[in-house]
Nanobody, 117 residues
Framework: QVQLVESGGGLVHPGGSLRLSCAAS????????MAWYRQAPGKQRELVAT???????FYVDSVKGRFTIFRDNAKRTVSLQMNSLKPDDTAVYYC???????????WGQGTLVTVFS
């Protein structure tokens, strides 16, 4: 059974930093790679960053240069270091497999990030 547990969210001021962590159990950790997604209030869930099993990464333009995704295969965790946070980064953040959203049916509870002045 797949289980995803996200943690690390919180309240920060613009320019601040947070590190999110995700513990993944079951078969979801391989072979498609992992990703972080986010859903802002009133908006659809969107992709933020991906990392393959080999460590190759991808970032959407809005977070490029500010966020870093990394993984620990031995611990089956995926993390997201978020620097220079902006109010637009306010959202619930989720991790999951790197697949099209329509193919993802199991989600964790997410972790809330709030960036406020």
């Amino acid at each position: 059974q797949v289980q995803l547990v996200e943690s690390g969210g919180g309240l920060v001021h613009p320019g601040g930093s947070l590190r999110l962590s995700c513990a993944a159990s079951g078969s979801i950790f391989d072979p498609n790679g992992m990703a972080w997604y986010r859903q802002a209030p009133g908006k659809q869930r969107e992709l933020v960053a991906t990392i393959t099993s080999g460590g190759s990464t991808f970032y959407v333009d809005s977070v490029k240069g500010r966020f870093t995704i990394f993984r620990d295969n031995a611990k089956r965790t995926v993390s997201l270091q978020m620097n220079s946070l902006k109010p637009d980064d306010t959202a619930v953040y989720y991790c999951n497999a790197n697949l099209p959203l329509a193919a993802l049916h199991t989600w964790g509870q997410g972790t809330l990030v709030t960036v406020f002045s």
